[in-house]
């Protein structure tokens, strides 16, 4: 069965950072495409960023510069770091992947609360 479960978020001011990780079980994470998508109060769930099996990094236009993602294969793991963060970074941000060779094989995780406020 596969698992995802986020883990690193919380409160913390404007222009601080915060580390998102996300640890994958259940299959064979290697050939899956990795990313974090975030929803806000009221609005739809919208990308924040993706990386490839083969580490290639894609942005949301909201959050390049300021965001990082990567992956540890070894770990079965995705990180988010997170810098700069700004009041509407303010989101539950949910980790997903997708199979490379079959995307109907997808799968979220529960997602993270990450507020910034003063």
């Known amino acids: 069965q596969v698992q995802l479960v986020e883990s690193g978020g919380g409160l913390v001011q404007p222009g601080g950072s915060l580390r998102l990780s996300c640890a994958a079980s259940g299959t064979n994470f290697n050939i899956y495409n990795m990313g974090w998508y975030r929803q806000a109060p009221g609005n739809q769930r919208e990308l924040v960023a993706t990386?490839?099996?083969?580490?290639?990094?894609n942005y949301a236009d909201y959050v390049k510069g300021r965001f990082t993602i990567s992956r540890d294969n070894a770990k079965n793991t995705v990180y988010l770091q997170m810098n700069s963060l700004k009041p509407e970074d303010t989101a539950v941000y949910y980790c997903?992947?997708?199979?490379?060779?079959?995307?109907?094989?997808?799968?979220w995780g529960k997602g993270t609360l990450v507020t910034v406020s003063s």
């Open positions: 990386i490839t099996t083969g580490g290639s990094t």
């Open positions: 997903h992947v997708r199979h490379i060779f079959s995307p109907d094989r997808n799968y």
